[in-house]
Nanobody, 126 residues
């Protein structure tokens, strides 16, 4: 499956952005669990959020809980990350990823995912 992330940009602290990740090819989109990760300069890629194949289960990193919402539209083969109350420390390249195993029972590390998008840059100014 090919993943194309979009929606990044420059936003002031306290602002909002919605990232999108469109999938094409591969198996039926609703067979994948989908996740968002981010990587800031000089830091390792870190888990942000994950959603199960049917949207029934979602998990978040503690750092974004209550501010970010992951959702999916299986009819549009797209997963979203709504980000609110953004902070400068949210600045990073955000990546979407697909996991062949669609069931999710908790946060996942990068190794659990089988396919990755190219990333979209989010910059939060102070």
């Amino acid at each position: 499956v090919q993943l194309q992330a979009s929606g990044g940009g420059l936003v002031p602290a306290g602002g909002s952005l919605r990232l999108s990740c469109a999938a094409s090819g591969g198996r039926t989109f609703n067979s994948y669990a989908m996740g968002w990760f981010r990587q800031a300069p000089g830091r390792e890629r870190e888990f942000v959020a994950v959603i199960s194949w049917n949207g029934g289960s979602t998990y978040y990193a503690d750092s974004v809980k209550g501010r970010f919402t992951i959702s999916r539209d299986n009819a549009k083969n797209t997963v979203y990350l709504q980000m609110k109350s953004l902070k400068p420390e949210d600045t990073a390249v955000y990546y979407c990823a697909a996991d062949n195993y669609g069931v999710v029972d908790g946060p996942l590390g990068p190794d659990a995912f089988d396919y990755w998008g190219q990333g979209t840059l989010v910059t939060v100014s102070s």
